[in-house]
């Protein structure tokens, strides 16, 4: 999930532009990118939905791992019966265990940028999702990040954007760890993408990114601080409510 976006596969303000796309890309077109990077949100994985079907109480019996019961899940984020339904037949369709390793879910990402490596910052996204980490992704810790990029308040999903770029999970973000999330942007674009760039760019933005968020010059970027620079830039507002009720 990147600021500019607010969700996977989605470029930061501090992230570098494809060239590309359309100057004029409408929020329509960016869901709909956002939409195609989940795998269980292509068109291809999901069937037609009857409300009579014998799936619709999560029939599992061919899986190795049992999700909790839909009203559970219901409880638990923002989505409703349907919706569950129709996400959870396509990521059983994708992962028929019932869960997504890494490199599966590398092997996944990787498809939508075949002009670059997404592989690093794929692992950085599963890392994310895996909020128990265990090395692997459920459908509830998918549906529950989901929740949180599609349907969560502007502090949530600030929130998880924080905890996205915050790679050691140690409550703040440092220099090192925005670095590695900029060169993986970049690896992730391709050299292609940007045939011009200059070897220095991921670390300007970088510095960018902390003389915007780093406030009291610490040399590292706190929950407060980011949340308070966020919340008083208009542009990662707009971004931040460019998913809302995408399905």
């Excluded at 265990?134 to 509830?140: A, C, K, L, N, P």
């Excluded at 949180?148 to 308040?153: K, S, V």
């Excluded at 915007?212 to 008083?232: A, H, P, W, Y």
């Amino acid at each position: 999930m990147a600021l500019r976006a607010g969700g996977m596969g989605a470029q930061s303000r501090f992230a570098p532009r494809s060239t590309g796309n359309p100057p004029g890309q409408t929020k329509k077109a960016l869901k709909q990118r956002f939409l195609k990077l989940l795998p269980c949100c292509r068109p291809k994985s999901i069937p037609s939905l009857s409300e009579n079907s014998v799936e619709d109480e999560f029939e599992l019996s061919t899986v190795c791992h049992r999700p909790e019961g839909l009203e559970q899940l219901q409880e638990q984020t923002k989505f409703t019966r349907k919706e569950l339904q129709v996400l959870y037949r396509g990521f059983k369709n994708e992962c028929p265990s019932g869960i997504v390793n890494e490199e599966n879910f590398k092997q996944i990402y990787s498809q939508f940028f075949p002009q670059g490596d997404s592989s690093t910052y794929a692992t950085f996204l599963f890392n994310a999702f895996d909020t128990d980490h265990d090395g692997s992704v459920s459908f509830e810790d998918f549906v529950s990040g989901l929740s949180i990029i599609l349907r969560g308040t502007i502090d949530d999903r600030l929130n998880w954007a924080f905890n996205l770029y915050d790679l050691n999970k140690d409550g703040c973000i440092t220099k090192e760890e925005m670095l590695d999330i900029m060169k993986s942007i970049y690896d992730m674009m391709g050299k292609y993408t940007y045939p011009a760039m200059r070897e220095e760019a991921p670390r300007e933005h970088v510095e960018n990114f902390f003389q915007k968020m780093d406030r009291n010059k610490d040399g590292v970027v706190t929950i407060e601080e980011f949340l308070e620079s966020c919340q008083k830039d208009e542009n990662i507002m707009r971004s931040m409510q460019l998913f809302d009720n995408v399905i």
